[in-house]
């Protein structure tokens, strides 16, 4: 029986079929992952690139919430280095790059001129109160004729910086439908303050819902001439640079609105009375303004730069109809014109929250309807998570095209989908609850959007111990890789099998006796089976496959060699089991399947060779027409240098 086993486990071994492997992406409600158990942040790690993505905790999966969008995260802290991603419904990576100065802020997808970009601020947070001094940056997903390199997919398509010298700001930016961007802006500016109250031992002499009072005792005030960090926002058009229209909050706002206690007010370390994080343009060319420090909305006529009305803050022109509920908040961020609602309903994140008054217990997404004629606020809706996740900082609020609502919680690693009447649908966690308000994990939004990722880069193959891995960074599109194989690298390449794709990365198993040739490439196919790009060909002739990962044996370089062994091995079988030495010849028999086992002539990948995508990470800019330059695959009469891809034939497995 023992004998007859090994026979058949032999026979089926020379089977030319690959198996798939086995995924595992992220963590659905796990303990140990909230823990910390796993780390302070979990991380997808992967064979076939270098980029790694962050390992998502789903406490209710986004695959009930899949709406063929993808998850968009800046994920930045204490534990980790800053990078921008993009995540499917799965968890699984769809791209990321790291490849930008300093720390990264609010990636995400608009439209500009009729085409999707992605946008992206980076650089240096670490100005002020929570602003900084970097640049935007504008990546698009398609080929062009002259590009810059963001990285090895994707293309820079330019970068944007604040006019008249002024740092950019992170906070916000948005493109407009007529071509131009808003971006926020913050200039240290001299100022009065003797008329203010000083912060007496970090607290908050400043109550909320209490109007100012000045100080009544002058040892107390700030200083005749002090220093404050003010907040601005520009209008520019994106084509030519040329600064359209510039806003301050100081000509407006008086110091005495803010929140914020006056810790320092020097040149070095100034004072941040209004902290604007978000801006809006409305059809009426009017901006909608979040300021943070005065607890405020405002909306600014959009010629003169006046005040047309604020909601919240000391200064409020609305009666609230909801106790309270729908003008005060604390530490808001991300204030919208609700879509659909005419600007007649706002919606923002109300950290209920600030680095000055955190006595709280939960943040919250809340919708707000606006009765211009009564001058008047109502709490429509408002989103709380059940967790009672509480964030002192950042955070977004996105209303999604089918009228659900996605919460990100900012300085804590959480993203929470809700239907329109707050029932939480969806919830995922991208570090562990345990940390929460740490700082260990944060991103300052979390957002979703349609994207189709079209990279330039080639798909990336590697053999690792008894395992081909592939994947193809920022691509979308891919729905199943066809595996090639030939002879000579300049010879025929001739279809092996097609693997479905499965995750960011595919992991194939060979299985034992697979007859593979000498040079295989993998090829990426679309959902119609149309080929998108081809990787490079690894050559597997000078090393050995080994079930087991890293076994040695004699080498066999050619399939002839293989089937020699195979009959060899049936005809010491039967002179065996003639004689009646069945059990010498089962031993001898499994001893041969282990020579054949590691007698494969497949490429194992070790740490210190070369890999296939070695050679991606090391091209030069500008190169994005070389996809399939020295690449020498069965179709290349199809591809077209010029114009890429014409006419591809569809494959039939």
Same mark, same amino acid.
């Given at each position: ?27 659905? $409600?796990? #303990?140990?992952?909230?823990? #910390? ?50 995540? $499917?419904?799965?968890?699984? &990576? ?33 100005? *002020?109160?929570?602003? #900084? ?28 910086t604040a006019a008249n010298g002024l740092a950019t700001d992170l906070h916000s930016f948005s493109i407009t439908p007529a071509g131009t961007a808003l971006l926020t802006v913050y200039e240290v500016i001299e100022a009065d303050l003797s008329g203010l109250p000083l912060s007496q031992g970090g607290g908050r002499p400043i109550l909320a819902n209490i109007p100012f009072l000045p100080p009544s005792d002058p040892s107390f005030a700030g200083p005749k001439k002090g220093y404050v960090w003010d907040s601005v926002f520009q209008e520019i058009d994106l084509e030519t640079g040329k600064l359209l229209f510039q806003w301050r909050a100081s000509d407006h706002f008086a110091y005495q609105q803010s929140y914020e206690p006056i810790r320092s007010a020097t040149q070095k370390e100034s004072w941040d009375w209004f902290h604007i994080n978000s801006v809006d343009k409305d059809d009426t060319d009017n901006y909608l303004i979040s300021a ?9 006529? #959009? ?61 919250? *997404? ?182 087991? *990962?890293?076994?040695? *044996? ?13 009959? &060899? ?43 296939? $995508? $070695? ?39």
């Open positions: 029986m023992f004998c007859g086993l090994s026979f058949a486990c032999f026979i089926v071994a020379t089977i030319s079929i690959l198996a798939t492997a086995a995924h595992d992406e992220a963590y659905h $409600d796990s #303990g140990r992952y909230n823990a #910390g158990q796993h780390g302070d942040y979990v991380e997808q790690r992967f064979v076939s690139t270098k980029s790694t993505a962050p390992k998502l905790n789903f406490m209710r999966p986004f695959t009930n919430c899949n709406d063929g969008t993808y998850l968009f995260l800046a994920p930045r802290g204490s534990v980790m280095n800053s990078s921008v991603c993009i995540l $499917d419904a799965t968890g699984s &990576l769809v791209w990321t790059s790291s490849d930008f100065e300093g720390q990264a802020y609010n990636l995400q997808v608009q439209q500009y001129l009729g085409k999707d970009y992605l946008t992206f601020w980076a650089g240096d947070n670490s100005l *002020g109160g929570g602003h #900084g001094d970097g640049k935007h940056y504008m990546v698009h997903q398609w080929r062009t004729e002259k590009c810059l390199q963001l990285d090895q997919n994707y293309n820079l398509f330019r970068t944007i943070r420090h005065l607890r405020a909305v405002a909306n600014i006529d #959009g010629r003169t730069g006046e005040v047309l009305w604020q909601l919240g803050g000391r200064s409020g022109s609305f009666k609230d109809r909801s106790a309270g509920t729908a003008i005060q908040y604390i530490g808001q961020h991300d204030a919208h014109w609700a879509p659909g609602s005419n600007q007649t309903a706002i919606t923002m994140f109300d950290n209920r929250a600030d680095w000055s008054d955190h006595q709280e217990s939960q943040s919250r *997404g809340t919708r707000i309807h606006l009765d211009f004629e009564s001058m008047t606020a109502t709490l429509v809706t408002q989103y709380k998570h059940t967790e009672n996740v509480y964030s002192v900082s950042q955070g977004s609020y996105q209303t999604l095209p089918n009228g659900n609502v996605l919460l990100g919680y900012g300085n804590n690693p959480v993203l929470t989908e809700f239907a329109a009447n707050g029932t939480i649908l969806c919830d995922a966690y991208f570090g562990p609850s345990k940390g929460w308000t740490s700082g260990n994990v944060q991103s300052y939004r979390a957002l979703k959007f349609g994207w189709v990722g079209l990279p330039t880069g080639r798909p990336s193959l590697v053999i690792k111990g008894d395992t081909l891995y592939v994947s193809w960074l920022g691509s979308t599109e891919v729905r199943s890789w066809l595996i090639q194989h030939s002879t000579r690298s300049s010879g025929k390449f001739e279809a092996l099998t097609t693997i479905a794709k499965d995750g960011f990365e595919t992991s194939f198993i060979p299985r034992v006796g697979a007859e593979v040739r000498q040079h295989v490439q993998v090829l990426a196919l679309d959902k119609a089976r149309n080929i998108l790009a081809v990787s490079d060909t690894v050559n597997l002739a000078n090393a050995t496959w080994s079930a087991a *990962g890293n076994a040695l *044996g004699p080498q066999f370089e050619t399939d002839y060699e293989y089937r020699q062994l195979a009959k &060899l091995s049936r005809d010491l079988q039967r002179l065996l089991m003639f004689f009646g030495l069945a059990l010498p010849s089962s031993c001898l028999l499994c001893w041969l399947c282990l020579g054949a086992r590691t007698s494969r002539s497949f490429h194992v990948v070790r740490s210190h060779e070369k890999r296939s $995508d $070695d050679t991606l990470w090391a091209r030069p800019q500008a190169r994005c027409h070389e996809l399939l330059a020295d690449s020498k695959p069965m179709w290349t009469s199809v591809i077209d240098g010029k114009r890429g891809f014409q006419d591809v034939p569809r494959y039939a497995t």
